[in-house]
């Protein structure tokens, strides 16, 4: 992944301690934070990370 450095994906796997919790990938990276979101309502938006 761009941007993230062993330490950073070490950091992160740490964190992670039981996968399978997840029912599929999309949740873990937004659980984990690595994925921003769009909050958007006619001509106005938000990104929140």
Known sequence: MIGIDIYSALFIKSEMVNKDRFSNYKKLIN???LAPS????GNYYTLVE
């Open 38 to 41: 769009l909050h958007q309502s």
């Open 31 to 33: 659980y984990a934070g």
